[in-house]
Protein backbone atom coordinates (compact mmCIF):
# COMPACT_ATOMS: atom_id res chain seq x y z
CA UNK A 1 0.00 0.00 0.00
CA UNK A 2 1.86 3.50 -1.27
CA UNK A 3 2.15 5.81 1.84
CA UNK A 4 -0.18 8.58 2.12
CA UNK A 5 1.12 12.28 1.86
CA UNK A 6 1.81 12.91 4.97
CA UNK A 7 3.60 9.74 5.84
CA UNK A 8 5.93 11.07 2.99
CA UNK A 9 6.30 14.12 5.02
CA UNK A 10 7.32 13.20 8.16
CA UNK A 11 9.73 10.54 6.53
CA UNK A 12 11.92 12.64 5.05
CA UNK A 13 11.52 15.12 8.32
CA UNK A 14 13.01 12.30 10.01
CA UNK A 15 15.53 11.49 7.67
CA UNK A 16 16.39 15.24 7.42
CA UNK A 17 16.68 15.01 11.29
CA UNK A 18 18.60 11.94 11.44
CA UNK A 19 21.48 13.96 8.52
CA UNK A 20 23.07 15.38 11.26
CA UNK A 21 25.60 17.13 8.93
CA UNK A 22 23.25 18.09 5.90
CA UNK A 23 24.53 16.35 2.85
CA UNK A 24 21.05 14.69 2.03
CA UNK A 25 22.43 11.29 2.88
CA UNK A 26 23.00 9.19 6.31
CA UNK A 27 25.92 7.56 6.84
CA UNK A 28 26.58 4.77 9.43
CA UNK A 29 27.75 7.06 12.49
CA UNK A 30 24.30 8.81 11.65
CA UNK A 31 22.63 5.45 11.69
CA UNK A 32 24.06 4.90 14.76
CA UNK A 33 22.98 7.62 16.41
CA UNK A 34 19.72 7.20 15.39
CA UNK A 35 19.61 3.85 16.53
CA UNK A 36 20.59 4.77 20.30
CA UNK A 37 18.12 7.46 20.04
CA UNK A 38 15.68 5.29 19.17
CA UNK A 39 16.51 2.68 22.10
CA UNK A 40 17.65 -0.16 19.97
CA UNK A 41 19.55 -2.84 21.79
CA UNK A 42 22.39 -3.80 18.74
CA UNK A 43 25.59 -3.84 18.81
CA UNK A 44 27.59 -2.02 16.26
CA UNK A 45 28.04 -5.73 14.53
CA UNK A 46 23.99 -6.09 14.29
CA UNK A 47 23.94 -2.23 13.24
CA UNK A 48 26.39 -2.62 9.94
CA UNK A 49 24.63 -5.63 8.53
CA UNK A 50 21.21 -3.33 8.87
CA UNK A 51 22.89 -0.38 7.54
CA UNK A 52 24.66 -2.52 4.37
CA UNK A 53 20.60 -4.11 3.76
CA UNK A 54 19.33 -0.89 3.87
CA UNK A 55 21.94 0.91 1.85
CA UNK A 56 20.58 -1.27 -1.39
CA UNK A 57 22.86 0.54 -3.78
CA UNK A 58 26.11 -0.19 -1.78
CA UNK A 59 27.69 3.64 -1.67
CA UNK A 60 28.07 3.68 1.93
CA UNK A 61 25.10 5.45 2.80
CA UNK A 62 21.83 5.66 2.92
CA UNK A 63 19.47 8.00 0.62
CA UNK A 64 16.30 9.22 1.41
CA UNK A 65 14.59 6.73 -1.11
CA UNK A 66 16.58 4.17 0.45
CA UNK A 67 15.29 5.50 4.34
CA UNK A 68 11.53 5.16 2.83
CA UNK A 69 11.89 1.82 1.45
CA UNK A 70 12.97 0.80 4.71
CA UNK A 71 10.61 2.16 6.99
CA UNK A 72 7.55 1.11 4.60
CA UNK A 73 8.56 -2.10 4.26
CA UNK A 74 5.55 -4.37 5.07
Known amino acids: M ?4 EELEELQEAF ?5 NDDGRIE ?9 ALEADVDTDEARVGF ?3 D ?3 DGSISLD ?5 W ?3
Do not use: R
Not at 2 to 5: D, G
Not at 28 to 36: I, Q
Open 66 to 70: EFIAW
Open 16 to 20: EYNDA
Open 2 to 5: PLSP
Open 72 to 74: SEE
Open 52 to 54: EEV
Open 28 to 36: FVEFMNMLN
Open 56 to 58: TDD
